[in-house]
């Protein structure tokens, strides 16, 4: 996932897309990483579902929700800040 932040911002890109197998939609989900999906199931090497979101939307809902995990994928910030608001400090 941090790899995809850094494409998506060395790229200029504001969202992302994908075709995904169900089992990592729900994984990422534990992890707080929700995609919307943009259409019904596909066949394509397996079952997968197309989905896409916006990329400071997405990872303003990991802060809120795990940040410990917007902190490992964003290297605190310095891949993708976020806009206008102060960081949260995590507890150790």
Do not use: C
């Amino acid at each position: 996932m941090r790899a995809i932040v850094e494409m998506t911002r060395d790229a200029g890109m504001t969202h992302v897309t994908a075709v995904v197998e169900p089992a990592l939609i729900r994984l990422l989900q534990r992890l707080g990483i929700r995609f919307e999906r943009t259409g019904e199931r596909v066949t394509y090497h397996g079952t997968r579902y197309p989905v896409y979101r916006n990329m400071s939307d997405l990872l303003e809902e990991i802060y809120e929700h795990r940040p410990e995990i917007w902190h490992a994928i964003t290297d605190s910030g310095r891949i993708w800040p976020r806009a206008n608001q102060e960081k949260r400090v995590l507890s150790a």
